[in-house]
């Protein structure tokens, strides 16, 4: 039988955003239900140390997250594990379906449901996944030690991904389409100094090569974008770092998306095209993508929530309105 749940405010994703909107919104009384996901503690779980969260010169992201989740069970946000699958947005109250049978019906949802790490589309890539192609190497760069790694991408991603990746394999190439890398400064001055890493510049990853029998990874095959030549690689581990993409799968047909998949809020502010429903963090922002800033914008959805509910009559019947995509 499933259970019905009826909350003001319903918030969906357990990341730097949606937990700081439980801070605000419990604090503004207003009862909120936080349903985690299938990642709880959002993006910065993947990772190690974190070093531009302001007050922690450094603090490891597993542990940053714990500690946001329990301030925010601590003001009185009612934390649930659960994935929502469903969501209707298009009636009042709106309704939200979870993966465990609860439908949770609420008057205003704060999406915070972030970004998902992006994958090339490669069949050897695909073919390859969970055995010796990743996208996260804190989960598993442990299964490379001493052996040779190849890191694909020029982000703050990859290049954090590789220095960590230096700690257990024997060599970490890095395998970049351009000749110049868009990470911060400080990290790129890390990576160049650190005599396990390699660089493969302007070049992009051709095929994932390995074998059947057993199911592992031997190398990559990379061609140079300039020249046209074609080199392998040995390797035992892929971590493919290309970013990430908003997680607007269970909004696309229902609100204004834009920049490519990324929910449309009204400027300076976390207003979705239906009132009511509000967006925060990287599923509305292909900007900034920080924890900070992020957190910044779950603070602004819980008070948008909380100024948007008291200006509503106890009845919310408002229609919703039509949509428009960019
Ligand atoms: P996310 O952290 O992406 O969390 C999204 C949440 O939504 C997850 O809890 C997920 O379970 C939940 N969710 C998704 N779909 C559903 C659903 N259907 N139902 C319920 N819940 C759902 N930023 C920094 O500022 N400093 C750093 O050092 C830093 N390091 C990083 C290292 C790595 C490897 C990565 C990948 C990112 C890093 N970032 C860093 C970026 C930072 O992690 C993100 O900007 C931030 O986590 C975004 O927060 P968010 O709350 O918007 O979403
Ligand atoms: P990103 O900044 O978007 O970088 C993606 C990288 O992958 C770019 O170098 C891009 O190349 C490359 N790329 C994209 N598509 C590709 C393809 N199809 N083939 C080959 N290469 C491809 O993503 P990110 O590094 O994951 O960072 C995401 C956000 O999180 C950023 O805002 C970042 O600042 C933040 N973050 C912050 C920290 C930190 O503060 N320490 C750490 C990690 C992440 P081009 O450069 O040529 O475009």
Redesign the pocket.
């Known amino acids: 039988m499933s259970d019905t749940r009826h909350t003001k405010v319903l918030i ?7 937990y700081t909107a439980g801070v605000y919104a419990a604090r503004a009384m207003l009862s909120p239900i936080l ?10 779980t ?2 190690t140390d ?4 302001p007050g922690q010169s450094s603090v490891q ?1 597993p542990e940053l997250m714990v500690a946001m989740e329990a301030h925010a069970k601590a003001m009185g946000t009612e934390i649930i594990s ?4 469903e969501l209707d947005l298009q009636n009042r109250p709106f309704t939200a379906k979870g993966d465990s049978g609860t439908v949770y019906t609420a008057d205003a949802i704060i999406l ?4 998902r ?1 992006k994958w090339l589309g490669l069949p050897s890539e695909d073919k390859f996944k969970g055995f010796g192609v990743s996208a996260c190497a804190t989960c598993d760069g442990f299964f490379y030690r001493e052996k040779p790694i190849v890191v694909i991408g020029g982000g ?2 990859a290049v ?2 590789a220095l960590f990746l230096t700690n257990f394999g024997s060599k970490v190439t890095v395998v970049h389409r351009r000749d110049e890398l868009r990470a911060e400064k400080i990290l790129i001055d890390r990576l160049m100094k650190n005599p396990k890493v390699e660089m493969a510049w302007d070049s992009v990853l051709k095929e994932v090569v390995g074998t059947d029998m057993p199911m592992g990874v031997t190398g990559v095959k990379i061609e140079n974008v300039k020249t046209g030549a074609e080199t392998e690689i040995t390797a035992d581990g892929v971590f493919i770092a290309i970013g ?1 993409a908003p ?1 607007s799968d ?1 909004v696309k047909d229902q609100l204004e998306l834009h920049n490519g998949g990324y929910v449309k809020v009204e400027p300076g502010s976390t207003r979705t095209s239906i009132p009511g429903v509000f967006a ?4 509305t922002d292909h900007v900034y ?6 957190a910044g914008m ?1 603070c602004m959805a819980a008070l948008d929530a909380e100024h948007w509910l008291a200006a509503q009559d106890d009845d919310i019947t408002d229609p919703v309105p039509e949509m428009s995509q960019e």
């Open positions: 969906i994703g357990s990341g730097p955003a949606g349903v985690q996901g299938i990642e709880p503690g959002g993006q910065l993947t990772t974190v070093e531009n969260w992201g659960d994935i929502i699958t915070a449901t972030g970004a790490a703050n991603t954090e991904e990430h997680a269970l925060a963090g990287d599923l993508r920080q924890a900070v800033t992020s779950g």
